[in-house]
């Protein structure tokens, strides 16, 4: 569960790099407020560590960058921060800025879990949609094989795909294609 830092009435984006830089919980920032993030699953953990190991490897020479879970996407137009699962950018401000977030991923991936499913399907993919540089916006099922992928098509066309299991996953914005399984690798030694 989301539960929001009430002893501040307001903090700057400035206070809050500040405090995340010291802070044992990681908080997201929307508009002032902070927001402590639950820990992850087992299943939250391997999943994006998949992706990781996945998308690292894929994305090695080519200019491109994955973050995984304590890399933070600023979308200052709306004063928000958000830590997503997994975000790509292949933008030079990122790459060479030292700043402690990005501001121009191509491609975020989130993990769904039963706390924050809602969030990320709803207010979060609406709130990445106003990034221009992003291309896709994928969902990651933990409790079923099965993935979801949203392609900009426009400005306010994003195009849904469903990946099942036995089929392929594809994230086109950087080339990236792998059985759906290979996301899911070592699941089957969790017990039940």
Same mark, same amino acid.
């Given at each position: 569960m989301m539960t929001v830092i009430k002893s501040h009435a307001y903090?700057?984006?400035e206070e809050y790099l500040e405090i995340e830089r010291v802070s044992p919980i990681k908080h997201e920032y929307l508009q002032g407020q902070l927001i402590a993030m #639950?820990?992850?699953s087992k299943a939250h953990v391997i999943i994006a560590g998949n992706l990781s190991a996945?998308?690292?490897n894929h994305l090695r020479d080519t200019g491109c960058? #994955?973050?995984a879970t304590d890399m933070k996407?600023?979308?200052p137009d709306l004063n928000l921060f958000y830590y997503a699962d997994l975000a790509v950018t292949c933008d030079d401000r990122d790459r060479t800025s030292d700043e402690d977030f990005i501001l121009h991923p191509k491609l975020i991936i989130e993990v769904l879990s039963d706390s924050t499913e809602a969030f990320d399907r709803g207010d979060k993919f609406s709130n990445y949609k106003s990034i221009p540089e992003l291309e896709e916006y994928v969902l990651v099922h933990q409790k079923q094989v099965l993935v979801e992928r949203f392609q900009r098509k426009?400005?306010?066309l994003w195009m849904p795909q469903i990946y099942r299991a036995g089929e392929t996953v594809e994230f086109a914005s950087i080339g990236f294609a792998c059985a759906i399984a290979d996301l899911y690798e070592n699941l089957e030694q969790l017990s039940k």
């Amino acid at each position: 569960m989301m539960t929001v830092i009430k002893s501040h009435a307001y903090f700057t984006p400035e206070e809050y790099l500040e405090i995340e830089r010291v802070s044992p919980i990681k908080h997201e920032y929307l508009q002032g407020q902070l927001i402590a993030m #639950a820990g992850a699953s087992k299943a939250h953990v391997i999943i994006a560590g998949n992706l990781s190991a996945l998308l690292v490897n894929h994305l090695r020479d080519t200019g491109c960058i #994955a973050y995984a879970t304590d890399m933070k996407v600023r979308l200052p137009d709306l004063n928000l921060f958000y830590y997503a699962d997994l975000a790509v950018t292949c933008d030079d401000r990122d790459r060479t800025s030292d700043e402690d977030f990005i501001l121009h991923p191509k491609l975020i991936i989130e993990v769904l879990s039963d706390s924050t499913e809602a969030f990320d399907r709803g207010d979060k993919f609406s709130n990445y949609k106003s990034i221009p540089e992003l291309e896709e916006y994928v969902l990651v099922h933990q409790k079923q094989v099965l993935v979801e992928r949203f392609q900009r098509k426009s400005d306010n066309l994003w195009m849904p795909q469903i990946y099942r299991a036995g089929e392929t996953v594809e994230f086109a914005s950087i080339g990236f294609a792998c059985a759906i399984a290979d996301l899911y690798e070592n699941l089957e030694q969790l017990s039940k």
